[in-house]
């Protein structure tokens, strides 16, 4: 069996149906949220949603005790899918069938030859979910046309603090030396200023 991460572009908000749609499939999943709290009408409206809906069918939400949080994607229609090649072939007749207004549903991102699907190594996205679970502030995103022009500096690993462990590229920023962590061809996310001491080199 080969699994292997690929990562989706979903059209038309529609990012937390197609989430759903491929668990039940049985598919792991990716997709890149933050986590925030409801109050007042809308804590109460959240609530009268995921009393009408089986928990396991509301993605938006997640209740946690007498809070109720809701998810918000931190990249707009990117998600991420672990599969098989089959699998990802059927995910790709998925998206192109067309809706009511004759538009496609999305596409998977290809390799850098544009002959095949580009394929996600378990390392790059262990990394990349650990900067975006890591609570720390100030990330930003960029998609790939965007992160070409400020690659390369040196590759680091992070010793200390909540990015310990995360490996990526220093990189000049809007005046900063800031550590950015690629998905090639995808994605990238930089950090805030990490002081040198808590870095090392990476030997390439």
Same mark, same amino acid.
């Given at each position: ?9 979903? +059209? +038309? $908000? ?13 598919? =792991? ?5 933050? %986590?925030?709290? @409801? ?10 949603? #995921?009393?009408?809906?089986?928990? &396991? ?12 949080? &809701? ?7 990117? #998600? ?8 990802? #072939?059927?995910? &790709? =007749? ?12 999305? +596409?998977?991102?290809? $390799?850098?030859? %544009? ?7 378990? %390392? ?8 975006? =679970? ?28 909540? @990015? ?6 220093? %990189? ?6 800031? @550590? ?17 001491? $808590? @870095?090392?080199?990476?030997? &390439?």
């Amino acid at each position: 069996m080969m699994l292997h991460w690929y990562a989706l572009k979903i +059209f +038309f $908000n529609k990012v937390f149906a197609w989430e759903a749609l491929l668990e039940d499939k049985g598919l =792991e999943t990716y997709l890149a949220v933050e %986590k925030v709290p @409801l109050k007042g009408p809308a804590h109460f409206a959240a609530r009268r949603k #995921l009393a009408e809906t089986p928990a &396991q069918k509301e993605y938006r939400f997640i209740e946690e005790g007498p809070v109720i949080y &809701q998810r918000k994607p931190m990249v707009s229609s990117l #998600l991420f899918v672990k599969a098989e090649p089959e699998n990802i #072939l059927e995910i &790709q =007749e998925l998206l192109k069938e067309k809706d009511v207004f004759d538009r496609v549903k999305g +596409f998977i991102y290809r $390799n850098a030859e %544009k002959d095949g699907f580009a394929t996600i190594s378990g %390392k790059e996205m262990e990394i990349f979910k650990l900067v975006v =679970e890591s609570g720390v502030r100030g990330l930003e995103f960029y998609a790939d046309d965007d992160f070409i022009r400020f690659k390369k500096g040196s590759r680091v690993r992070v010793k200390e603090g909540p @990015l310990k462990g995360t490996e990526g590229y220093i %990189k000049r920023i809007r005046k900063d030396r800031r @550590l950015l962590v690629c998905i090639e061809g995808v994605i990238a996310v930089a950090t805030s200023y990490i002081p040198p001491e $808590n @870095l090392e080199i990476v030997e &390439q």
